[in-house]
């Protein structure tokens, strides 16, 4: 591992986590180049902000589950170039029904360089303590799509009480939300904001 980065499950205790890069359940539809491994990294003042929330979390009943952390920017080189290819339609509808895949990034919803590759970024959701199902969210991972932005209109009450709840975990371990993904949280105090990493998950 590098400098001051870890493995996120050996720091912070109890957390969940599914690397959806690592799978095939990406929008790309295969694992990601830089993730070896179905593990979570990050650095070591992302774990300590993630304890805290992971302790407001567990006060409203619910538990952290990581998608992604430190993202290798050979993965955003990746992501770039599928963006290039033709479009063959396995991952489209659950993921980008309704823009084209080169408007992933014209939207906002992918970037050319990643605050992931910073090592202080994290894509999460919450689920019920009680029983370990997910939080309904209106929506899953990487749906880009206006449904997915902080405040959407068409969400449920449900789900739009859930997104404030992540909200304010996240905001009480000194995270900033990204506007446009639910799920996406920034480190406000970033160790590396303008270092990005491509070092491999392994």
């Known amino acids: 591992m590098k400098g001051d980065f870890v493995f996120v499950d050996e720091v912070v205790t109890g957390i969940r986590w599914d690397a959806k890069y690592a799978t095939w359940d990406n929008f790309t539809g295969r694992p990601v180049d830089g993730y070896l491994v179905n593990r979570v990294v990050g650095t070591e003042a992302l774990c300590a902000a993630l304890l805290t929330a992971q302790e407001e979390a567990a006060v409203l009943g619910y538990g952290l589950l990581l998608w992604d952390g430190y993202?290798?920017?050979r993965a955003v080189?990746?992501?770039?170039?599928?963006?290039e290819q033709p479009e063959d339609?396995?991952?489209?509808?659950r993921?980008?029904?309704n823009i084209d895949r080169a408007a992933m990034f014209e939207e906002g919803y992918?970037?050319?360089k990643s605050g992931h590759s910073r090592g202080s970024t994290v894509d999460l959701t919450l689920y019920h303590l009680g029983t370990g199902d997910l939080a309904d969210m209106g929506g899953g991972h990487d749906l880009m799509d206006p449904i997915s932005?902080?405040?959407a209109a068409d969400t449920t009450p449900d789900a739009a009480m859930n997104r404030e709840y992540l909200h304010h975990i996240m905001a009480a371990g000194g995270f900033r939300a990204y506007e446009r993904e639910w799920w996406h949280y920034t480190l406000s105090d970033e160790p590396h904001p303008d270092t990005y990493f491509d070092f491999a998950i392994a």
Request: net charge positive; glycine share 8%.
């Open 77 to 83: 080189d990746r992501f770039v170039r599928w963006s």
């Open 71 to 73: 993202r290798p920017q």
């Open 149 to 151: 932005h902080h405040g």
């Open 95 to 97: 993921h980008y029904p």
């Open 110 to 112: 992918v970037a050319v």
């Open 89 to 93: 339609g396995r991952t489209k509808p």
